[in-house]
């Protein structure tokens, strides 16, 4: 992962949209979030507030903030079946 852009994403006049960014961040893992967030945050700098693209990515930043900051979390009440990481849980 690098801060490298699609050519098409940051071609003169190009506006992004929301599927672009869902296909930036979507799978977007704990060791890359805050690379991907720094990302995302160019991609929208320039939108108007009330843009769907703009909406859509400073939510997913609040998301990939937050992803980056925690790790991966398995084993809750809703993944039953998981065992939670070692990396999570070991160390407090």
Known sequence: MSSYESPDLTASGHSVTVDELRSLTAAATPHFAMQVRERVKRLIA???????????GEEQLQRL???GASGEVRGTQNE?????????????
Request: charged share 25%; proline share 15%.
């Open 46 to 56: 320039n939108l108007p507030a009330e843009d769907p693209a703009r909406v859509y």
């Open 80 to 92: 039953p079946t998981l065992d939670p990481l070692d990396s999570v849980t070991k160390g407090d």
């Open 65 to 67: 903030a937050a992803l």
